[in-house]
């Protein structure tokens, strides 16, 4: 059975950091793609980040580009997000989700106050 635990969130300041954990199970997490997606209240859920089976290609969104660092461990079945220089429009829950699979966690909230 498919499961993906996202942690790490919080309420941090602007300009701090935060790094998000999405431990993963019940898939052959080395051989698939993985991504980090957003929701602010109001909002429409987007793609922050994405990186490929072996962790070689990963792309992010431009609000993001050279803040956010994606990383997984295939060995620990594991996806990162590491956020700095955090603004307020990060604010938001954060989901990790497994490419070309329709499910969701429960995600972590992001506060990121001015």
Same mark, same amino acid.
């Given at each position: 059975q498919l499961r993906l635990v996202e942690s790490?969130?919080?309420?941090?300041?602007?300009?701090?950091? #935060?790094? #998000?954990?999405?431990?993963?199970?019940?898939?052959p997490f080395s051989y698939r793609s993985m991504s980090w997606h957003r929701q602010a209240p109001g909002k429409e859920r987007e793609l922050v980040?994405?990186?490929a089976p072996s962790g070689g290609n990963t792309d992010y969104a431009d609000s993001v580009k050279g803040r956010f660092t994606i990383s997984r461990d295939n060995a620990e079945q594991t996806l990162y997000l590491q956020m700095n220089d955090l603004k307020p429009e990060d604010t938001a829950v954060y989901y990790c989700k497994v490419s070309l699979v329709n499910y969701w966690g429960q995600g972590t909230q992001v506060t990121v106050s001015a």
């Amino acid at each position: 059975q498919l499961r993906l635990v996202e942690s790490g969130g919080g309420l941090v300041q602007s300009g701090g950091s #935060l790094r #998000l954990s999405c431990k993963t199970s019940g898939f052959p997490f080395s051989y698939r793609s993985m991504s980090w997606h957003r929701q602010a209240p109001g909002k429409e859920r987007e793609l922050v980040a994405q990186i490929a089976p072996s962790g070689g290609n990963t792309d992010y969104a431009d609000s993001v580009k050279g803040r956010f660092t994606i990383s997984r461990d295939n060995a620990e079945q594991t996806l990162y997000l590491q956020m700095n220089d955090l603004k307020p429009e990060d604010t938001a829950v954060y989901y990790c989700k497994v490419s070309l699979v329709n499910y969701w966690g429960q995600g972590t909230q992001v506060t990121v106050s001015a």
